[in-house]
Every structure is written in C-alpha cells, then in structure tokens.
C-alpha cells in the first residue's frame, strides 16, 4: 500500500485560507519582534483552525506559522518598513519677508495709493 497525497477540497481550501489569514493578521500587529509575531500567529492559527474544525495538527500550525513569520517580516523589511522615518516636514521658524529692490533709493517715497475718482473729478476738474 503506497501512502497518496490527495489534493485538500474545496472547503477544506477555505478553511485553510482563514487559518492562513488568522496567522497573517496576528503576525503582522505593529510592535512585536519576530519570536512574538510567531508565537501570537500560532495562537491565532490554533484557535482559528479550532473554530472552523480543520484536520491540522499542531505541529504543522507551528512550522508554518515560524515560515509566515519568517517571509512576512523579510517583506516587510525588504518594503522599507523597519527603517527610520524620514524628518517632518516643518514650516519656516520665521516667515519670510521679500526684500527692497537693491537699486531703490531709500530717500524716494513709495508711490501714492491710488485714489477714487468720479466722472465730476475727470471730466469737470474738481479735485
């Protein structure tokens, strides 16, 4: 008698995706080092696996959470996600202020404001 290999069903694809996913999300929670990212996916893979009652023994829950573990931390390195932030971005500490034309001659005065005018103004002289 040879030992065959069958390929899972359909629902037992399923059950394994949310096992996988359950893995996943535990695996990838900001803060934890790797040795905690493995050890809170396997949790999460057991208690998920138990929930939707999939035939999986423990032992492969722990071999592939150790390799989720492992290729979702060399992505997320390989992603730029353990290097130091870049600076923030920050307004000028002082406004800026434009400077003078360097050619005006400081004893002119500015121009006048303009001034209204009406038709009387323009047409008639007034002033």
Known sequence: MTDE???????????????????????????????????????????????V??????ED????????SAVLTADLEARGAFDTPPDAVRPPTQPTVPEAPHNANPAEQPPQPPQKRTWAHKFMGYN
Request: proline content about 3%; charged content about 30%; overall charge positive.
């Open 5 to 51: 290999v069958q390929a899972p069903s359909a629902e037992d694809a399923a059950k394994m995706q949310q096992v996988a996913a359950a893995g996943t999300a535990a695996a990838t929670e900001p803060g934890q080092t790797a040795a905690q990212a493995t050890e809170k996916a396997k949790a999460a893979m057991k208690a998920e696996r138990d929930r």
């Open 53 to 58: 009652q999939l035939k999986m023994s423990d």
């Open 61 to 68: 829950i722990d071999q592939v959470a150790k390799r989720l």
